[in-house]
């Protein structure tokens, strides 16, 4: 996550006073280190990483090296991961390439890191000019990013399950939400991984997630009685994705009331349930592996 990322910058700049940041700014093909990687290397710490391998050793060991040298102006280096390439190779043979920028981090940076960490949404320009929250103009190159998790995610239920794929997503660009109807329920206490946690009435569960192109629901619920409930108030509403979690026999029988009832079979088939990637999961953790598996599939397919 962006945030957390510049969590760690801002700890190892205090404690080392300077550090070498490396983030990808373009890729092109299979390259291991897709746009927006980054990586910090002090003197005795790193931290992310610009796609691994023998390319990734050979950065570090760099930026290493830079740290011993007087302060530099942002640089880029491309990077072919193809032994045939006549220059630029990286060592890795998985086709592709990448574009790294190299900046020299040290006191100069808090003010920025101050602007990333607040609670306003700014974007960060990275170009040869430095990293900046403002636009750069006439800038040799420029890769831009949000500090903002734009991805949020519903999860309808505080159960086992819910708390599993709380903590998946904690290490993934989401934005997690938590919703229960139960009061003073053990595992929805022991959920610290969520940005938001509420007991609300499933009969006005519309109230408490928005719509929108950037929204995820998970639903699952106590029951049967739950789950119609709340699938009936949400159907039809604006969401990136909407999933139920529950046996095939449920959610078969479940749409057929809902038909019956007059909802939309357009609407209805845009539930995702049986909920998840179908990966023969049984235990509570790979249940919520296959639904992050799933969410992540959707988040990609537009990028």
Same mark, same amino acid.
């Given at each position: 996550?962006?945030?957390?990322?510049?969590?760690?910058?801002?700890?190892?700049?205090?404690?080392?006073?300077?550090?070498?940041?490396?983030?990808?700014?373009?890729?092109?093909?299979?390259?291991?280190?897709?746009?927006?990687?980054?990586?910090?290397?002090?003197?005795?710490?790193?931290?992310?990483?610009?796609?691994?391998?023998?390319?990734?050793?050979?950065?570090?060991?760099?930026?290493?090296?830079?740290?011993?040298?007087?302060?530099?102006?942002?640089?880029?280096?491309?990077?072919?991961?193809?032994?045939?390439?006549?220059?630029?190779?990286?060592?890795?043979?998985?086709?592709?390439?990448?574009?790294?920028?190299?900046?020299?981090?040290?006191?100069?940076?808090?003010?920025?890191?101050?602007?990333?960490?607040?609670?306003?949404?700014?974007?960060?320009?990275?170009?040869?000019?430095?990293?900046?929250?403002?636009?750069?103009?006439?800038?040799?190159?420029?890769?831009?990013?949000?500090?903002? =998790?734009?991805? $949020?995610?519903?999860?309808?239920? &505080?159960?086992?399950?819910?708390? +599993?794929?709380? !903590?998946? /997503?904690? %290490?993934?660009?989401?934005?997690?939400?938590?919703?229960?109807?139960?009061?003073?329920?053990?595992?929805?206490?022991?959920?610290?991984?969520?940005?938001?946690?509420?007991?609300?009435?499933?009969?006005?569960?519309?109230?408490?997630?928005?719509?929108?192109?950037?929204?995820?629901?998970?639903?699952?619920?106590?029951?049967?009685?739950?789950?119609?409930?709340?699938?009936?108030? =949400?159907?039809? $509403?604006?969401?990136?994705?909407? &999933?139920?979690?529950?046996?095939? +026999?449920?959610? !078969?029988? /479940?749409? %057929?009331?809902?038909?019956?009832?007059?909802?939309?079979?357009?609407?209805?088939?845009?539930?995702?349930?049986?909920?998840?990637?179908?990966?023969?999961?049984?235990?509570?953790?790979?249940?919520?592996?296959?639904?992050?598996?799933?969410?992540?599939?959707?988040?990609?397919?537009?990028?």
């Amino acid at each position: 996550m962006v945030i957390d990322f510049y969590k760690k910058v801002q700890q190892v700049l205090q404690q080392e006073k300077r550090l070498i940041l490396m983030v990808v700014i373009a890729n092109v093909g299979s390259s291991p280190g897709r746009k927006g990687f980054k990586m910090l290397v002090s003197k005795q710490q790193m931290y992310g990483t610009i796609g691994g391998g023998i390319m990734e050793h050979k950065l570090v060991e760099f930026a290493e090296s830079l740290l011993d040298k007087p302060h530099f102006e942002p640089f880029i280096k491309r990077q072919i991961h193809d032994k045939s390439a006549p220059k630029d190779q990286s060592g890795m043979i998985c086709s592709g390439q990448q574009t790294i920028a190299f900046y020299d981090v040290d006191s100069n940076y808090f003010s920025l890191l101050d602007e990333v960490l607040s609670d306003e949404v700014v974007t960060i320009n990275y170009s040869n000019f430095g990293i900046e929250t403002h636009q750069p103009e006439a800038s040799e190159w420029l890769f831009s990013e949000t500090n903002s =998790l734009i991805q $949020k995610v519903y999860i309808v239920g &505080g159960g086992h399950v819910g708390l +599993a794929l709380s !903590e998946i /997503l904690s %290490k993934l660009d989401f934005e997690i939400h938590l919703l229960d109807h139960r009061e003073n329920l053990n595992t929805m206490e022991a959920n610290h991984f969520v940005k938001s946690k509420a007991v609300i009435e499933f009969e006005s569960i519309e109230n408490h997630i928005p719509e929108g192109d950037n929204v995820y629901v998970v639903i699952m619920s106590f029951g049967y009685r739950t789950d119609d409930i709340i699938i009936r108030r =949400l159907l039809g $509403k604006n969401f990136k994705y909407i &999933g139920m979690l529950g046996s095939a +026999a449920k959610i !078969e029988t /479940l749409f %057929k009331n809902l038909e019956a009832d007059g909802f939309d079979k357009n609407q209805i088939a845009k539930v995702y349930a049986p909920i998840g990637i179908d990966i023969k999961s049984e235990t509570t953790y790979e249940i919520a592996v296959s639904v992050a598996a799933q969410l992540i599939k959707i988040r990609n397919q537009d990028r």
